[in-house]
């Protein structure tokens, strides 16, 4: 044996359940080390670090203004995660967020434009909300039909679904619905949603959302059998449960939830359909969802930090006339490290002891 | 250096986060010597073995080889020691020769099968395996595969053998060619263990014996010195009857038949072929076979989870008409008032869900009880305690995730639900399998009380001896055809090792 081998420097152990107020601990220190990391980052910007984390801030919830746009970038976030959270639960990938968002909001304006001026504004945009869940669920029931009948892969269908519907509205935009040079027309009053508070009700549905989602996956029986075929089919299966129907069943939920976010969009915010209605949110969403470990709760503070982020890292390059990749470098790094720090609540790092070492070279 | 042993273990400790695999062990392996590592399941045997393999790293202690301290990072470590392990669960490549498999992952600088091929005939000579090296490996036999591995680990220059409960998959046959083999490397001066929990295999086959129990090094001895009661009291701590109660019912009745069932799995292979017999209520009929001999299928037909091609199963309730169940999902099984109670091989894989408590998976059999669209976790929650203090289930609450339970205790939930839902057919595949005796005793005595209980008792199972202790009846299994159906009080383990084998089901036919 002619050179020794020794215990490697760093082992990987995996933790057996750590208790919650030693992971949130772990996960706001990964904030913390973020924030240290985005510092470097603006020192070579040639800035000074709490200049621009106090021009962040001050960028989101600075002013009324900015606090209300704030809130509305929140709201899509929100209600996006809430959406996914099921599927994710039931270990079914759907990143077809963003097509399902662009279904509903595409049903929602189809509706509008056949029913604007017959019927009063509530009937308007009570059926619009409905078109917008139907047309978003029927765009993720058909990947979970497909997952049922033949085991197709979820997540390449539901992404691929995304680029079809975002095709179709592209298409309507400058085609068929065009109003000027490829943009579609404002909608009429009566189809926007009214104002609570200074911002478009739309707030209220994903808090209501919020609510509704923590009972059906708590107390519900269709929650039960989410959780159950999320841990294992087999089991599912074990106990009767109708595993590709629950499936179809679950997503078209997901669908229809993001469709009224689309709808939620298109008519509170942007008061116009355009092929960047859903603008990442389907993507966004799955971070904060995980983040929150699908409790709905959680994902309000989550989509509220992201929106916050967003919006005050982007006056920071007005501001402080830093590029604009900036502050996607500083959102990035938070993310990761958000992320990254999972790793380190489910495993601990072993360092060899200088004690085993010395033993050993004794011998 | 005669007295140097070839491997030291010195004062190992392993733990896996809170739990003490291996606490404090010290054995030597000497060569020419076959040392078996006696000890439950779950005592530490593979883990400690494990180290050796590269496997796992000791969290203290120190390995010695031939006197000088070594370190195994990884298998490649192990095998530069001549150490060769053969797990439990074969690694090989289903789609490569015998050949291709023993030489994979060798960098010799190309493959020259003629070369290969001459070697592996040499070992096969010098210690007596029979194997084609051309053989794929998914035509093999499970003792072929096995036989593959073990050609391996030699062909790489092994001098210390380490093989993992290498008889669980063998015939009594089978087990007897093995031991052949390995005196014979015995005798070429290799070290050899085998790790195992069968008493009579520990005295048949090994010169010494070291014994685990919990984790802890218990002690060693020269197997010609000691007896079967001696060993079992070192392994379990204090003496334990050896014998299983087993009443006979007097009031049985017809419960379940099954008439030529047929059953073909996604590809079209067959998995059970034209099966008929009958359990009674009042009685256990065991099912034995080598592992994967339809056994699976068989109580998956019956539960309504695996398509039946051909025939019928016949369900006789103790009142009322008889019913066909094939064709219907669990759920019709449970609503046409089929009382079937199902304990499946993987507990956390299909009769439990892992990542809920007690009460969750309670719930599993009940959730469609609630109120409108809500779920109940009352009667749930009763369930749970219940089975908590009745079975003495070791868990923080009913909330704990049985997944971070141990075997012992996923069983008893699992077992304590299926016999609290009143069954009148009760199924349970290897229901034993990794518990200690204490719970495995537990288990055979709620499976009686059941069988007195009128219940239709099928337990599949692997330990012959076992079966032949509890069963009333024992059904055996070969290729998914059922190749004799013995009484239990008066079989041989011999008769139905032979039955087991192919050449036993012709027999009978």
């Not at chain 1, 990964?30 to 000074?48: D, E, H, P, Y």
């Not at chain 1, 179809?248 to 209605?277: H, K, P, Q, W, Y």
Request: aromatic content about 8%; charged content about 20%.
């Amino acid at each position: 044996m002619g050179e020794k081998t020794k215990t490697p420097l760093i082992r990987l152990a995996k933790r057996d359940g750590l208790n919650p107020s030693a992971a949130w601990g772990i996960r706001l220190a990964s904030i913390l080390v973020a924030l240290l990391l985005g510092s470097l980052v603006i020192l070579i910007t040639g800035n000074n670090p709490f200049e621009a984390y106090g021009i962040i801030v001050n960028g989101a919830l600075g002013s009324e203004v900015f606090v209300r746009q704030t809130i509305k970038n929140a709201i899509p976030l929100l209600g996006c995660a809430i959406a996914i959270a099921p599927c994710f639960k039931m270990r079914f990938w759907n990143i077809g967020a963003e097509g399902q968002i662009t279904a509903g909001a595409l049903a929602a304006t189809f509706i509008m434009r056949q029913m604007v001026g017959k019927v009063p504004s509530v009937v308007l945009l009570l059926a619009m909300g409905l078109a917008a869940a139907i047309g978003g669920g029927i765009w993720g029931l058909i990947p979970a039909f497909f997952k049922a009948k033949w085991n197709t892969n979820e997540t390449l269908f539901t992404l691929m679904m995304n680029y079809i519907i975002i095709g179709v509205v592209s298409w309507l935009q400058i085609g068929p619905w065009t109003a000027n040079q490829g943009r579609m027309a404002q909608f009429d009053e009566a189809a926007c949603l009214p104002k609570v508070m200074n911002i478009h009700c739309g707030w209220i549905i994903v808090l209501v959302l919020v609510v509704f989602m923590f009972i059906y996956m708590k107390y519900s029986k269709h929650g039960y059998e989410i959780s159950v075929i999320g841990d294992s089919e087999n089991t599912a299966r074990y106990a009767g449960m109708n595993v590709g129907y629950i499936m179809m069943r679950t997503m078209f939920l997901s669908g229809a939830i993001c469709g009224i976010v689309g709808f939620i969009v298109a008519s509170g915010a942007n008061n116009t359909l355009s092929a960047e209605v859903a603008n990442g949110v389907g993507f966004t969403s799955i971070t904060v969802a995980w983040l929150s470990q699908l409790n709905p709760f959680v994902m309000i503070a989550i989509s509220m930090m992201l929106a916050v982020l967003e919006k005050g890292t982007s006056s920071l390059n007005t501001w402080l006339a830093v590029p604009a990749s900036v502050s996607d470098i500083i959102i990035g790094l938070l993310l990761f490290c958000m992320l990254g720090c999972e790793f380190f609540i489910n495993y601990k790092l072993i360092f060899r002891s200088s004690h085993n070492g010395k033993e050993g070279e004794a011998k | 250096m005669d007295s140097c042993y070839a491997i030291e273990l010195r004062n190992i400790t392993k733990r896996f986060g809170e739990v003490v695999a291996n606490r404090d062990i010290s054995i030597g392996l000497k060569r020419g010597q076959i040392l078996s590592l006696l000890g439950e399941n779950g005592s530490g045997k593979t883990t400690l073995m494990n180290m050796l393999a590269g496997i796992y790293l000791p969290d203290e202690g120190q390995i010695l080889a031939d006197g000088e301290p070594i370190s195994i990072r990884s298998p490649k470590d192990s095998f530069r020691y001549g150490i060769g392990m053969i797990h439990q669960h074969y690694k090989l490549v289903d789609v490569f020769t015998a050949a291709q498999n023993i030489v994979l992952g060798l960098n010799e600088g190309g493959l020259n099968i003629k070369e290969t091929n001459t070697r592996v005939q040499e070992i096969c000579d010098r210690y007596g395996f029979d194997i084609d090296p051309a053989k794929k490996v998914y035509d093999m036999s499970v003792s072929e595969k096995q036989t593959v591995e073990i050609i391996k680990v030699l062909y790489r220059g092994a001098e210390i053998l380490i093989l993992d409960e290498p008889t669980a998959v063998l015939t009594p046959q089978e087990t007897q060619k093995l031991f052949a083999i390995l005196r014979n490397m015995r005798d070429d001066n290799k070290a050899i263990v085998i790790i195992t929990h069968k008493l009579n295999e520990v005295l048949e086959l090994s010169d010494e014996v070291a014994v685990l129990r919990k984790g802890t090094y218990i002690g060693t001895v020269k197997t010609a010195e000691t007896t079967a009661q001696a060993l079992t009291d070192m392994m379990v701590g204090h003496a334990v009857a050896l014998n299983i109660d087993r009443p006979f019912n007097q009031n049985q009745t017809e419960r379940l038949t099954l008439k030529n069932v047929t059953c073909y799995d996604h590809e079209q292979v067959k998995k059970l072929d034209n099966v008929t017999f009958t359990v009674n209520g009042g009685e256990i009929l065991g099912v034995a076979g080598i592992a994967g001999s339809g056994q699976k299928e068989l109580l998956e037909s019956i539960a309504g989870l695996y398509p039946v091609a051909e025939g019928s199963i016949e369900y006789t309730p103790p009142e009322g008409d008889v019913k066909n169940l094939v064709g219907m999902s669990p759920t019709q099984i449970h609503k046409a008032g089929v009382a079937l109670a199902f304990v499946p091989e993987d507990r956390l894989g299909m009769g439990l869900v892992g990542s809920m408590g007690m009460t969750g998976n309670m719930m599993l059999r009940s959730w469609k009880n609630g109120f409108g669209p809500f779920v109940d976790r009352k009667g749930p929650q009763e369930l749970a305690n219940f089975i908590w203090n009745d079975l003495e289930v070791v868990t923080p609450s009913t909330e704990f995730p049985v997944r971070r339970m141990s075997g012992g205790n996923v069983q008893k939930v699992l077992v304590g639900r299926e016999i609290a839902s009143h069954p009148s057919v009760l199924m349970s595949a290897y229901p034993v399998r990794g518990l200690d005796i204490n719970t495995s005793y537990a288990i055979y005595n709620l499976m009686t009380e059941q069988k007195m209980n009128g219940v239709a008792v099928l337990f599949v199972g692997e330990d012959l001896d076992v079966l032949l202790e509890l069963c009333d009846r024992i059904l055996v299994l070969c290729g998914g055809k059922v190749s004799g159906i013995v009484d239990a009080r008066t079989a041989t383990k011999d008769q139905i090792g032979l039955l087991m084998t192919s050449v036993g089901g012709k027999e009978e036919a």
